[in-house]
C-alpha cells in the first residue's frame, strides 16, 4: 500500500503563532490532503519544539516552569490550527508532536547512542567529547559564526544576532561534538539526485554551502548550563543539543525507538518524509538532519522542500516595528479560510517571497473567488435553477440541433471533455511540483472559459425560444459538470468551497475521496435535484473592512498609549495637551485646487523626491506633530515635521517610502527647523492625512515627474 508522509517544522514554543507558522502549516496541509484524495494514506504532522535555554528563559520571566511556558504556547498553537481548520477534527494534522513526550526522549535517546557508536564516512568516531567556546544565540539556539552575527558598536559588549537582535551569550564548555567535517562529500552525493532539497535554487545553496567546508557541531551543552532538554545517554551531565532533539521528532513521532508509538503510527510504514520547510531554516533541514541520519544509519527523507518568506506589499521584510505584519487574529476575524488558503497559494510563486497584505487579500478575494469561482457557481445554478426546474439537464445535442448549438457558441462536448482532462492533469503535474500558483491558474483558465461560454451562448436569450430547450439545456450542463470537476479539483485548496459546490450540485459523495485522475466527463447525472444556492464567497467591502481593520489594529495602539501615558504619570510628568490651535498639518499637500489649470514648467517648479524615513518621533507638547528625518539621497536626511502625529504611530513610519517637496522653504515650527513637506492624501471631513507612497521599489533621491 502506497502511503504518504508530510511534516512542517516543530514550531519554537517560545513566540506565539505567525503569518509564517499558519503558512508552512497551509502548504502541508494541501500537499496531504491532496494525497489522501488520491487515495494514499497520509500522516500529517505539526508540532512544537519544546526544549532548551530560550524556554527555560521565557519560562523564568513569566514565573512559570518550562513545562507550564511550553504548555502556554502549544495552546496558542493548538487555538490557531483549529481557527484555520488545520486541526484533526477538519481533516487536517495527524499528530501534534510534542519534544516532551516521554516515546520521544526515549527515541531520541535510541539515535543519540546510534550515533555514538558510528563511525564517519572517514572510518572516524562520529561523536566525540571536546571544548566548545564560541557566540550562542539563545533565540536561535545555534552558534553564530562571524558572517551571522553583528558585531558590537563599542569594545567590551558581545555581539548581535542578525536574525533576532539579540545580544550573544559568550559559551565556553565541554561538549560533545559531531563530526560533521567528515560528512561533506556523503551529503554532495545526496544532494545529487535533483529531488532531495527543493527548489533548485535552494538546492545550489545548500551545496554551495557544503562544498565550502563544514564545520563539525557542539550538539551538547553542559547540564549546569541547560536543563530543560533531553539528557545524554550515560551522560546525565550533558543536556542534548535542542536542533538534534527538535529534528528527530520526525521519526520518534510515526514510532521510532518506542513500540507504543509504532503501532500506533508505523516509522516502516510511513517514513521516509517530505518536510517542508521555510528557507530560513533549510540548513538545519538540508545539512545537519541528513548527516545524523547518515550516521545512524536511518534512511533520508524523501525531500526537503523550501519556501520563501512573506514581505509586505512593497516588497519590505515584516517586522513589529515597521508595523506591517499580518496579523492571525484579524486574518481569522475578516476573512474566509478558504480565501486565506487560495491567497496563500496563488499569490506565492512556490520557493519565492510572496508580497502579502490585507487590501491585496480582499482584492483577490472578490476578483478570483466572488466574482471568478463563486460567480460561475451562482449564475450556472441559478439558471438551473429557473430554466431547469431546479434539475441537472441533459448535456447531449442531437444531429438536427448541432449547427445552432455551435452557432450559440455551445463548445462540443468532446471539445470541453479534452480540455478539462488537459487541465486536471497539468493541475495534478503542477501540484506535484509543489507550483500551487501554477495549478490554480490552470484551474482559472477553465472558469474564464466556461465563464465565455454562458456570455456567448445568452442562456436567458435561449430560454425565450422552446426550439432552443436542448441547446439552453447543453450549456447549463457543460457549466454544472465543470463545476464539479473543480470542486474535485480545487478541494486540497479550498476543501470547505470544494464541498458547498459539489453540495449545491446536488451531490452526496465526498469530494474529499475523490480521485482528481479518476475524474470523467458526464459522470454527473441529468435529473439530480439541486439544494439552495448561496454565494461561495460573499464580496468583501474593501474601504469598510479596511476601516475596521485599521480600527481593530489602532484599539491595539491605543491600549499601548494608554500604558505609555500611565508612565509618565508615574514618572511625574503629565500628559500634555496641544497648547494652540496653530494648525502645523504640512501633510494637507492633498488638497490641491483643480479650479485652474497651471503650465507644465509651473509643476517642473516642484521638486518632488523620494524619501526614505530613517526616524520617527514625537514633539513634547505638540500632539498633532512628527519629527521626521528622510534621506532623499543627500549626504544629510533632511529634517521634517509632519502634522500626521495622530494617524500614524512614529515607528510604522521608519523605513517607509514617502514623496517630498524638496525644494520647500525652510520654515520653523515649535522650535524645530522643517526642511520640506510629505505628501499626503487627505481623506474625509477631518481631512485625515494618508501618506503617499510607491507599490514598487524605488531609489532614495528619484524625482518625480
Ligand atoms: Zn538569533
Known sequence: MKTFYVTTPIYYANSLPHLGHLYTM?????????????????????????????????????????????????????????????????GGYDIFMRTTEPFHSEGVSEVWRRVAKAKTPKGRDALYKGHYEGWFCAACAAYKTEDEYAKPT????????????????????????????????????????????????????????VAGGLQDLSVSRLHSSVSWGVPVPGDPNHTMYVWFDALTNYITAIGFGNEQQEKKVGFEKFWPALHMVGKDILRFHAVYWPAFLLAAGIEQPRAIVAHGMWVDPSGRKMSKTLGNTIE???????????????????????????????????????????????????????????????????????????LAAKRAGVEDETAIADVLGHARDEFIRYFDEFAFSRALEEAWAIVARVDKMISEATPWDLAKDPNQQQTLNAVLYRAAETLRWLGVMLYPVMPTAAREIHQQLGL??????????????????????????????????????????????????????????????????????????????????????????????????????????????????????????????????????????????????????????????????????????????????????????????????????
Not at 42 to 63: M, S, V, Y
Not at 381 to 389: F, H, P, V
Open 508 to 705: 452526496t459523495d465526498d469530494v474529499g475521496r475523490i480521485d482528481a485522475r479518476g475524474l470523467r466527463w458526464g459522470d454527473l447525472k441529468e435529473g439530480v435535484q439541486i439544494q439552495e444556492v448561496k454565494p461561495l464567497f460573499p464580496r468583501i467591502d474593501k474601504a469598510k473592512t479596511m476601516e475596521e481593520i485599521r480600527e481593530q489594529k489602532s484599539e491595539v495602539g491605543e491600549q499601548k498609549s494608554e500604558v505609555r501615558s500611565q508612565e509618565s504619570e508615574k514618572q511625574g510628568s503629565r500628559p500634555v495637551e496641544e497648547g494652540s490651535g496653530q494648525h502645523a498639518t504640512e501633510a494637507d499637500a492633498g488638497a490641491v485646487g483643480v479650479a485652474n489649470f497651471i503650465d507644465i514648467a509651473d509643476f517642473a517648479k516642484v521638486e518632488l523626491r523620494v524619501g526614505e524615513v530613517r526616524t520617527a518621533g514625537r514633539i513634547p507638547k505638540a500632539d498633532k506633530l512628527l519629527l521626521i528625518t528622510v534621506d532623499i539621497g543627500e549626504e544629510k536626511p533632511r529634517q521634517i515635521l509632519a502634522g500626521i502625529a495622530q494617524y500614524y504611530e512614529p515607528e510604522s513610519l521608519v523605513g517607509r517610502k514617502i514623496v517630498v517637496v524638496a525644494n520647500l522653504k525652510p520654515r520653523k515650527l515649535r522650535g524645530y527647523e522643517s526642511q520640506g513637506m510629505l505628501l499626503a492624501a487627505s481623506v474625509g471631513e477631518e481631512g485625515k492625512p494618508v501618506i503617499a507612497t510607491f507599490a514598487e521599489d524605488v531609489p532614495n533621491g528619484a524625482r518625480l515627474k
Open 154 to 209: 563599542s569594545e567590551g559588549e558581545p555581539p548581535t544576532c542578525l536574525i533576532h537582535e539579540t545580544k550573544l551569550d559568550r559559551v565556553s564548555e565541554e561538549s560533545y561534538f559531531f563530526r560533521l567535517s567528515d560528512y561533506d562529500e556523503a551529503l554532495l552525493n545526496l544532494y545529487e539526485s535533483a529531488d532531495f532539497v527543493r527548489p533548485e535554487s535552494r538546492r545550489n545553496e545548500v551545496k554551495s554551502f
Open 26 to 90: 497551509i502548504v502541508a496541509d494541501t500537499i496531504a490532503r491532496s494525497k489522501r484524495q488520491q487515495g494514499i494514506e497520509t500522516f500529517f504532522l505539526t508540532g512544537t519544539d519544546e526544549h532548551g535555554i530560550n524556554i527555560e528563559r521565557a519560562a523564568q520571566k513569566n514565573n512559570r516552569t518550562p513545562q507550564e511556558q511550553a504548555d502556554y504556547v502549544v495552546n496558542y498553537f493548538k487555538k490557531m490550527t483549529e481557527a484555520f481548520g488545520l486541526d484533526t477534527a477538519h
Open 328 to 402: 492571525l487574529d484579524v486574518l481569522n476575524k475578516f476573512f474566509p479560510v478558504d480565501a486565506i488558503r487560495y491567497f496563500c497559494l496563488r499569490e506565492m510563486v512556490f520557493g519565492q517571497d510572496g508580497r502579502f497584505g490585507y487590501e491585496n487579500l480582499i482584492d483577490r478575494t472578490n476578483s478570483d473567488l466572488a466574482s471568478g469561482l463563486g460567480n460561475l457557481s451562482s449564475r450556472t445554478l441559478t439558471m438551473i435553477q429557473r430554466y431547469c426546474n431546479g434539475r441537472i439537464p441533459a448535456g447531449a445535442i442531437t444531429d438536427e440541433n448541432r
